[in-house]
């Protein structure tokens, strides 16, 4: 799948969250590959959002939703979070860990 129809298939379905978009789109033989999960994370009192980004044939999309809830009473839509996916571009970050003596 290319990133333009990966991108216009999200924003047309009112997915309400990051689960429903990889159940819809990630999954199968010719799905774009997730590289990346719960980027940008963001919480709030009962729920928390993310961008999980996917791999196509021509690029990367990321997409914007609901990543979790905490709250057992309520559902995705609940929530009123729709996913928005757009175009993303790798960037490379250092980081840092503890050296070995």
């Known amino acids: ?8 298939a999200i924003n047309s379905q009112g997915l309400n969250s990051l689960w429903e978009v990889h159940d819809t789109y990630g999954r199968g033989e010719n799905a774009p590959k997730r590289v990346a999960e719960g980027l940008s994370l963001d919480e709030y009192r009962w729920y928390s959002t993310a961008v999980n980004v996917y791999e196509c ?4 999309v990321g997409v914007y939703g609901a990543y979790q809830s905490f709250s ?10 729709i996913c928005e996916a757009s175009e993303y571009e790798p960037m490379q970050t250092t980081t840092y860990k503890p050296k070995k003596s």
């Open 1 to 8: 799948m290319k990133v333009a129809e990966l991108i216009e």
């Open 57 to 60: 044939e021509d690029g990367y």
């Open 72 to 81: 057992e009473m309520q559902t995705w839509e609940d929530l009123d979070v």
